[in-house]
């Protein structure tokens, strides 16, 4: 029987590397390949991109601007993401079904509010900007709010399948002790899947701030505005001195993710200040500089 199960998947393989292979072969046909495909001045042109990636501008006022540049898109990935996170865990945790009682209300929340949050993350970020420009003008907060939303809806998603994953056995032991739903929440829930959802949300804050870069048409500056201005004036050094930036914060993102991931483990293992707890007021500090930079520099106002 085993080795009836090895040929049939071996023979799936096959079939499935054939077909792919086929859809390859075909796409090579389907594309019309003349002339007006390349462009004529392309090479070049790519040339000169290389030029500028073996050679960046590491010019005084380009390091300045960069680093600005690099704080702004930083600050509202932190605005985006703190609001995503708080949409997240709420919506998220109702649509866990794990507050209700019935299997009928369990099931009715699940649709209901699962829903939402397919509403929300099926619809891109640059979409939901152009929608908060439309309504709220060219102001911060579309572009944070562009941000919040879809990744408030992904975010939520995950959080509701890692809380319908929880084992049984804890839940069942706060239950026959007394535990309302909230202590359950809180006491038998979270405790299990904390280190899970935060290693999420770091890797989403990641791709947050590849979304902030690209936000420049709704009014907000940054890297993305930075590498628009340079394309438009072929200063192809310059571009890449601003893509080194956005890589650089990137970076940071992980080695704080690992941080935080670390701080967790160490604060199971001692009491007392942890490294987890030094990364927990550092990300409060970036919250609120992120805030009061966009509130009070950027001069945010929900309607221009």
């Known amino acids: 029987m085993l ?80 609001l995503a996170i708080i949409y997240a865990l709420i919506v998220g945790v109702l649509a866990s079904g794990t507050l209700t009682s019935s299997r009928v209300a369990r099931l009715t929340s699940k649709l209901l509010f699962r829903g939402i949050l397919g509403f929300t993350r099926s619809i891109h970020e640059l979409i939901w900007a152009w929608l908060f420009v439309a309504a709220v003008g060219l102001s911060p907060y579309a572009a944070i709010l562009a941000l919040a939303i879809p990744y408030g809806g992904i975010l939520g998603r995950i959080f509701a399948d890692m809380l319908n994953d929880v084992p049984e056995q ?97 604060r199971k293992r001692r009491k007392g200040f942890s490294p987890g707890w030094l990364s927990l007021l550092f990300t409060l500090l970036l919250v609120v500089c992120s805030w009061g930079f966009i509130t009070v520099a950027e001069n945010a106002q929900l309607f221009e």
């Open 3 to 82: 080795g009836q199960k090895s040929v049939f998947g071996m023979y799936n393989r096959l079939l499935l590397t054939l077909l792919l292979a086929a859809v390859f072969v075909w796409s090579l046909f389907s594309i019309q390949w003349n002339s007006d495909l390349f462009h004529a001045g392309g090479i070049p042109t790519l040339l000169q991109i290389f030029e500028g990636l073996i050679q960046p501008d590491l010019s005084a006022e380009v390091l300045i601007k960069g680093l600005e540049s690099a704080w702004i898109t930083l600050a509202y990935a932190v605005a985006g993401m703190s």
């Open 170 to 266: 804890p839940i069942t032991a706060l239950k026959s002790a007394g535990a309302s739903k909230l202590q359950i929440l809180f006491y038998g829930y979270f405790p299990l899947v904390w280190a899970d959802m935060i290693s999420y949300t770091m890797y989403r804050f990641e791709c947050a701030i590849r979304s902030s870069a690209i936000m420049s048409f709704v009014g907000l500056g940054g890297l993305g505005y930075q590498i628009q201005l340079s394309l438009a004036d072929l200063k192809y050094d310059q571009v890449w001195s601003y893509v080194f930036f956005l890589i650089a914060l990137v970076i940071f993102v992980d080695i704080w993710s690992n941080f935080v991931r670390k701080g967790l483990i160490e």
